[in-house]
C-alpha cells in the first residue's frame, strides 16, 4: 500500500508517520510539506536517513506538484494532516488559513477523484464545535454536535470539513473524517501550551497564561490519536465522522502547575496575560462513537504522558532550541543541497 501523508513534517503528522513506519512495515509512505513555520524537517531525520520514507518540499495546495506526486506514486489512501492550526496566527492572519486548510483539502480531493484511492482521511479538530460552558461538566461533543466556530482557524477546517462531506455525496469519493481533542506528546511545535511553558520553565522566564487559565481542554497522547487514526483509515465506514478524545480534562492553569512541579520551578512564573480574542471556554469530546465501533482506547494516562513528554523534551533540548533560535527553517537546505 502507498500513503500520502500531508503535513507529515508537523508535530501529528511526523508521529503519524514513525508510529506508521512500526505499524505497517511495508507501506510505502510519502510526506508531503510545504516547512513552512511549524513543519520542522529535522523531526523526520531518523526516517529520511534510513530511507523509510519518501518526502517532497511542497503545498497541498499546488495543484500541479500535487498531480504529479499522484501519478507517479499511485498513493492508495491518503491522509491529510497539513494545515494551519495556530488560532492566534489566524486572528493576525486568516487569509493563509484559508488557502491551505480550504483550497488545499480540495486539491488533494481532485486528485483522489482523478487517479483514484480507496480512502481519503481528513485529520479535523474538536474545535470545528465550538465550547462547552464551563458549569455544564455534563455535556460533551458528540459527532451530531452543530458546527459552530470561534476563530479563522476553526472555521476553515470545518470549510474543509464540509467539502469532504460535499466531494463523498457529490462524487461518491470514498472518505472519512476524524475530529481530535488537543494532543500533546514529543515533536510538539514550542508555541503551543505544553511545549511552550517547557522550555520557557527551564530558562525561568515567565509563563504568559490567558485570562485566569480557567479555560479547560481534553488532552490526547498523539500516540493514541495516531492509533486511532489508522484504524479509522483501514476499517471506518464511508462518508463517517469519528471523535477522537482522551477524556482527560483539564484548565490551562492545572497544565501549567503540573508542568511546573515536575520541573521543580516556582509557581511565582505563572504570568497571566490579557485574554485571546473569542477563546473558548471549554472542550471535551464524547469518543464513544469510535470506542465502540474499533473497540479503541486511549492506552497512555495523562499522569504518565505528561511525565514522558515532560522527560522527551529534556533529552532533546537541541531539536526544540533549534526552532526557537530558528536554525530549523535552514534544514531544508543543508539536508538538499547537495541532491
Known amino acids: 500500500m502507498k500513503v500520502l501523508v500531508t503535513g507529515g513534517a508537523g508535530f501529528i503528522g511526523s508521529n503519524f508517520l514513525y508510529y506508521m513506519r512500526k505499524r505497517r512495515p511495508d507501506y510505502k509512505l510519502v510526506c508531503l510539506d510545504a516547512l513552512t513555520y511549524a513543519g520542522n524537517l529535522s523531526t523526520l531525520d531518523p526516517l529520511l536517513k534510513n530511507n523509510e ?3 517532497v518540499k511542497g ?19 491518503v491522509v491529510n494532516f497539513a494545515a494551519e492550526s495556530h488560532v492566534d496566527r489566524s486572528i493576525t492572519n486568516p487569509e493563509i488559513f ?11 480531493m481532485d486528485a483522489c477523484r482523478k487517479y483514484g484511492i480507496k480512502r481519503f482521511h481528513q485529520v479535523s479538530t474538536d474545535e470545528v464545535y465550538g465550547d462547552l460552558p464551563l ?11 452543530p458546527i459552530n466556530t470561534s476563530s479563522p482557524y476553526s472555521a476553515s477546517k470545518a470549510s474543509a470539513d464540509l467539502m469532504v462531506q460535499a466531494y463523498n455525496r457529490t462524487f461518491k469519493l470514498p472518505v472519512t473524517i476524524s475530529r481530535c481533542s488537543n494532543n500533546y506528546g ?12 517547557i522550555s520557557r520553565a527551564l530558562n525561568d522566564q515567565d509563563l504568559p497564561v490567558y485570562g485566569t487559565g480557567e479555560n479547560v481542554r481534553d488532552w490526547l497522547h498523539v500516540k493514541d490519536h495516531c492509533a486511532a487514526i489508522d484504524i479509522i483509515l483501514h476499517e471506518g465506514k464511508d ?13 490551562n492553569l492545572e497544565i501549567v ?3 511546573l512541579k515536575q520541573l521543580g520551578k516556582p509557581e511565582s512564573l ?3 496575560v490579557t485574554d485571546r480574542a473569542g477563546h473558548d471556554l471549554r472542550y471535551a469530546i464524547d469518543p464513544a462513537k469510535t470506542i465502540k465501533e474499533f473497540n479503541w482506547q486511549p492506552t497512555i494516562m495523562f499522569d504518565d504522558g505528561i511525565k514522558q513528554t515532560i522527560q522527551w523534551y529534556l533529552d532533546n533540548k537541541e531539536w526544540w532550541k533549534n526552532i526557537i533560535n530558528g536554525e530549523y527553517q535552514t534544514y531544508y537546505d543543508e539536508m538538499y543541497k547537495e541532491r
Open 186 to 197: 514529543p515533536y510538539h511545535f514550542p508555541e503551543k501550551l505544553i511545549p511552550l511553558i
Open 257 to 259: 502547575k503540573t508542568i
Open 53 to 55: 520514507i519518501d518526502f
Open 59 to 77: 503545498s497541498i495546495s499546488d495543484r500541479d506538484l500535487v498531480y504529479k506526486l499522484f501519478e507517479e506514486y499511485k498513493f492508495d489512501y
Open 98 to 108: 484559508l488557502q491551505t486548510n480550504i483550497i488545499g483539502t480540495q486539491v488533494l
Open 270 to 272: 505563572i504570568k497571566f
Open 239 to 251: 462518508g463517517e465522522v469519528y471523535n477522537i478524545g482522551g477524556n482527560n480534562e483539564k484548565t
Open 135 to 145: 458549569d455544564r461538566p455534563d455535556l460533551l461533543f458528540t459527532e451530531e454536535t
